[in-house]
């Protein structure tokens, strides 16, 4: 039931943010009896949105570390960046699976509530920096100044696909939850970060053809 709740959470916050988001409409959509039953998970929203976050921030962050560590060994030749694939396609797959997270993300930064943006900041950080701290290990062709930079574009690369789904439907025409899209946006991802680390990525050659 905890689950269902933070999903339901989740989709709510993503979609109304937290001062438009209201504990009885969780309760609804969780399927509990009465907004009363969801207290005896979460003592009030604060507590309910911060566990939102922190389910997907837990979740992703050993994926992001596994990545980074691949990345570190790659040494930048990308025909060595299958690990980072790997661990890329774990944290793709909990974002399909849990499509509203990267929404309320960022929805999150327009939040005027002083909770949300401590809760946010707190959470969030960590991640980032150590975001920052693989990019260091990474050695690319970017000068220090630069990474906070690459770190923001990478992570709109990856989460904002998903926070932006509905858009990219709409000018695409294309369902971006899709397998198919799904899986191009992998291929091109991994082509993506190892472009930005400075790897030079080539398609195989054609085969020649002999007259």
Same mark, same amino acid.
Request: net charge negative.
């Given at each position: ?6 999903? &339901? ?16 409409? @969780? ?5 509990? +009896? ?9 003592? #009030? +929203? $604060? ?15 050993? *994926? ?17 960046? %299958? ?13 399909? /699976? ?32 150590? %975001? ?24 709109? *690369? ?5 926070? #932006? ?7 695409? %025409? ?10 191009? $946006?992998?291929?091109? *991802?991994?082509? &993506?970060?190892?472009?930005?680390? %400075?790897?030079? /990525? ?6 020649? @053809?002999?007259?």
């Amino acid at each position: 039931m905890r689950d269902a709740i933070l999903d &339901a959470a989740e989709q709510r916050f993503a979609d109304r943010g937290f001062e438009g988001t209201s504990m009885r409409d @969780i309760a609804a959509d969780a399927g509990l +009896k009465n907004q009363a039953s969801l207290y005896h998970y979460f003592l #009030n +929203k $604060q507590q309910l949105y911060e566990a939102v976050l922190r389910r997907g921030v837990d979740t992703l962050a050993p *994926l992001w570390q596994g990545a980074g560590d691949a990345i570190g060994a790659s040494g930048g030749d990308v025909q060595r960046l %299958g690990t980072v694939a790997a661990h890329l396609d774990g944290v793709l797959d909990y974002l399909a /699976e849990h499509p509203h997270l990267a929404r309320l993300i960022e929805r999150a930064g327009l939040e005027d509530d002083r909770y949300v943006r401590g809760a946010v900041s707190r959470l969030l950080r960590p991640l980032y920096a150590a %975001g920052v701290r693989v990019l260091e290990d990474a050695g690319g062709p970017w000068q220090p100044s630069e990474l906070p930079h690459l770190a923001a574009g990478l992570y709109h *690369l990856i989460f904002g696909y998903f926070a #932006n789904a509905s858009l990219l439907q709409a000018v695409m %025409g294309e369902d971006p939850h899709s397998p198919d899209m799904l899986a191009r $946006q992998r291929r091109f *991802l991994t082509t &993506a970060i190892a472009r930005l680390l %400075g790897a030079e /990525e080539r398609p195989p050659s054609a085969p020649r @053809i002999i007259s």
